[in-house]
């Protein structure tokens, strides 16, 4: 059996890590100021009804509000180390079942001095099944710590 092809504007997701190999085939499509991520729901990702779990959306959204924050910070010219979820709420909507593509549309809304916050929302075969927003701690880098990246 041949795994499903993702929507045309989706490539293999470029940034790898053991909290997001369960979800592979893990895709997204990268803007200035957004990055989405997508997946074929599989068996794993659902409860004993076939359904998506909410602890996933909950994860996947959280995801890609970070990635998004992080990419607008870097199109306003911003330096971040990173960012670290501070609060985070979501909100079923809908239900995603197996086989379905789950993506995320996120919102960077605004960034201050320390914290940045963005919107989600998360639709599975294009149907809205959840909302989410969240808060984030900008880790600023020292000196030393830029130094070492450039």
């Given at each position: 059996?041949?795994?499903?092809?993702?929507?045309?504007?989706?490539?293999?997701?470029?940034?790898?890590?053991?909290?997001?190999?369960?979800?592979?085939?893990?895709?997204?499509?990268?803007?200035?100021?957004?990055?989405?991520?997508?997946?074929?729901?599989?068996?794993?990702?659902?409860?004993?009804?076939?359904?998506?779990?909410?602890?996933?959306?909950?994860?996947?959204?959280?995801?890609?509000?970070?990635?998004?924050?992080?990419?607008?910070?870097?199109?306003?010219?911003?330096?971040?180390?990173?960012?670290?979820?501070?609060?985070?709420?979501?909100?079923?909507?809908?239900?995603?079942?197996?086989?379905?593509?789950?993506?995320?549309?996120?919102?960077?809304?605004?960034?201050?001095?320390?914290?940045?916050?963005?919107?989600?929302?998360?639709?599975?075969?294009?149907?809205?099944?959840?909302r989410a927003s969240a808060s984030?701690?900008?880790?600023?880098?020292?000196?030393?710590?830029?130094?070492?990246?450039?």
């Amino acid at each position: 059996m041949t795994a499903p092809v993702p929507p045309e504007d989706y490539a293999p997701h470029y940034r790898k890590s053991g909290f997001t190999d369960p979800w592979e085939p893990l895709y997204s499509r990268v803007t200035d100021r957004q990055v989405s991520t997508g997946l074929y729901q599989g068996a794993p990702h659902c409860n004993s009804r076939g359904l998506v779990r909410g602890g996933l959306i909950a994860s996947i959204a959280d995801y890609a509000m970070g990635l998004s924050c992080g990419q607008s910070l870097t199109a306003d010219g911003r330096e971040a180390g990173g960012l670290v979820t501070v609060s985070l709420a979501t909100a079923s909507v809908g239900s995603a079942a197996v086989a379905a593509w789950l993506a995320t549309d996120t919102c960077f809304t605004k960034a201050g001095g320390s914290l940045a916050f963005a919107g989600c929302l998360l639709q599975a075969d294009g149907d809205i099944v959840a909302r989410a927003s969240a808060s984030f701690k900008i880790i600023k880098l020292d000196k030393t710590q830029r130094d070492t990246l450039t």
